[in-house]
């Protein structure tokens, strides 16, 4: 993640929106882990390309680490 990036998960914490529930754990998981997903790279191969083909081969790869 980039400073920018950090910075702006700062600012969603402040927001009540994002105080509670799967927002509040989630944004804490990428302050955590300093990592993000860019999702939107991967439109351009079909709406189901990441669950059904791009995912189960990065858990795959996972196991073996």
Not at 43 to 61: A, F, Q
Request: proline share 3%.
């Amino acid at each position: 993640m980039t400073d920018t990036d950090i910075k702006r998960c700062y600012d969603l914490q402040k927001d009540p929106r994002y105080q509670k529930g799967i927002w509040k754990t989630e944004l804490e998981k990428f302050l955590q882990l300093k990592r993000k997903a860019e999702l939107e790279a991967f439109s351009k191969y079909g709406l189901t390309n990441i669950t059904d083909k791009y995912l189960p081969h990065k858990l795959e790869v996972a196991k073996t680490l």
